[in-house]
C-alpha cells in the first residue's frame, strides 16, 4: 500500500469513527459509522438508525450504501471502499458483497464488537453452522411451491438482454 494510499485510509477511517462517535448524541442511535467512499470522495454517509428508525436493517453501512446509490444514482459501487468504524456484520458484509464493493477497511473488530454486547459475532458462528443447527429455523420449502417461485425466476431471466451465468 503506498503512503498516500494509508494516509486516505486513515482519514477516511477516521471520519467513520467521528460518525460513530456523533452517533453516541442521538437518542436511539448505536455507536456506528461508515463511509463510502469512490476516487477519493465521501459519496455515502451511514450511523446505525436501527431503533430511530424501528429498522432492523438500517445499520450503518447499509445506511451508507442507501447514501451512494441516492448520490451516484446506481446501486453497484465497483471502484469504491467501505470505511467502517467497525467490524460490518454478517448482513453489513453481505450488503457490501451485493453492491460490488472491492474493498472495506474497518476499526474495532467483531470481538470488540461483542465485549460491548454485540451480536455480530454470535451471528457469523450461527451462519457458520449447516442450517440445521442454526438457532433459526429456515425452513427450506413448502411441499409443491419451490416450482412455482422458480418458474417467476425463469421468467424474469427469460426477459433479461444477456444470458443468466449461474453461480453455483
Not at 117 to 143: C, I
Request: hydrophobic letters at 40%; proline letters at 5%; glycine letters at 8%.
Amino acid at each position: 500500500m503506498s503512503d498516500n494510499s494509508a494516509q486516505d485510509d486513515r482519514k477516511f477511517l477516521e471520519q467513520a469513527i467521528d460518525v460513530s462517535r456523533h452517533a453516541l448524541e442521538d437518542e436511539g442511535k448505536t455507536p456506528f459509522g461508515a463511509l463510502v467512499v469512490i476516487g477519493g470522495e465521501v459519496v455515502g454517509v451511514g450511523t446505525s438508525s436501527v431503533v430511530e428508525r424501528r429498522d432492523p436493517t438500517a445499520h450503518a453501512e447499509v445506511m451508507a450504501l442507501r447514501a451512494a446509490g441516492e448520490a451516484t444514482g446506481g446501486h453497484l459501487f465497483e471502484n469504491g471502499t467501505m470505511y467502517s468504524s467497525s467490524e460490518p456484520c454478517p448482513m453489513c458484509l453481505t450488503a457490501c458483497y451485493w453492491a460490488r464493493v472491492p474493498r472495506l477497511v474497518y476499526a474495532a473488530t467483531s470481538h470488540d464488537v461483542a465485549t460491548y454486547g454485540f451480536e455480530d459475532l454470535q451471528f457469523y458462528r450461527q451462519l457458520a453452522r449447516p442450517n440445521a443447527d442454526r438457532t433459526l429455523l429456515a425452513e427450506a420449502t413448502v411441499p409443491g411451491l419451490r416450482a412455482e417461485a422458480a418458474s417467476v425466476l425463469r421468467q424474469w431471466a427469460e426477459q433479461l438482454p444477456v444470458e443468466v451465468e449461474p453461480k453455483f
